[in-house]
């Protein structure tokens, strides 16, 4: 299964990583608003990687297919609508953690939009980074953390959609230098090698043994159907440079 992700953190992280490092506040604290008590849940699911949660296929309902055309077709809506990253700025989309590098997928998220089924009005509108300039590729559709199987079933079929949550961080200590909290080599954050509670501990780390709700995103335009509904991929970075 594929990657493409990462997340969505929380609204005050947008734009102030500079602001935080310039406060000495720590990182992962920021997030503590959205952390839940732990990762168990009663979806079907299973752990990929360290710190991704994937829910499992559920078996086909009589409607799935209709609703996933529906949702597909609200995807393409809302890209056709936002081609132009400057009017998802307009209304009120923001970028999560860009890198300014070419390739790179970018969450543009309105807090505004929460979860269920309002397909039109996403709480992300993905895009990626090309040499020309940044294109609309997808979507992102929420549901609470502690959702139920038969709730993220109401808002994207489990038999059809892939749903995610962020799992098993552990947030860096007081004063650890950002850029040593999200590089491949880490042992906090993200991508960090730490990622049970007790190592954490140990590293006296803040642990989060979840961050964020449910997700699942779209890409109505993929070229082969099992992309529609693919995982992600995004690497966490810092953004140094307050790329847009």
């Known amino acids: ?26 990182f992962w604290e920021v997030m503590l608003h959205s952390a839940g008590k732990t990762d168990q849940t009663p979806v079907p699911s299973m752990k990929m990687g360290n710190h991704m949660q994937m829910s499992l296929k559920g078996a086909m309902q009589p409607g799935d297919e209709q609703q996933a055309h529906e949702i597909i077709a609200a995807a393409r809506r809302v890209i056709a609508r936002f081609a132009d990253v400057d009017t998802a700025v307009q209304n009120g989309y923001r970028p999560f953690f860009p890198t300014g590098k070419i390739g790179e997928e970018v969450h543009y998220t309105n807090y505004r939009f929460g979860c269920c089924t309002d397909y039109d009005h996403p709480r992300s509108i993905l895009y990626k980074r090309t040499a020309k300039g940044m294109q609309a590729v997808g979507v992102m559709y929420v549901a609470p953390q502690e959702a139920t199987a038969e709730e993220l079933n109401a808002i994207a ?6 749903w995610h949550r962020h799992v098993d961080f552990c947030g860096a200590p ?30 006296h780390g803040l642990w989060l043994p979840v961050v964020f709700g449910w997700m699942t995103h779209v890409y109505p335009d993929a070229k082969l159907p099992s992309q529609v509904w693919a995982g992600m991929e995004m690497p966490m970075e810092a953004n140094a440079d307050g790329a847009r």
């Open 1 to 26: 299964m594929a990657k493409r992700l990462a997340v969505v953190l929380g609204i005050v992280l947008l734009g102030c990583v500079t602001a935080l490092t310039a406060q000495q506040y720590p």
């Open 174 to 203: 007081r004063g650890l230098p950002l850029d040593e909290q999200f590089g491949p080599h880490a042992q906090f954050g993200f991508r960090g090698s730490i990622h049970t509670e007790e190592a954490c501990n140990k590293a």
């Open 157 to 162: 079929p489990l038999s059809i959609a892939t």
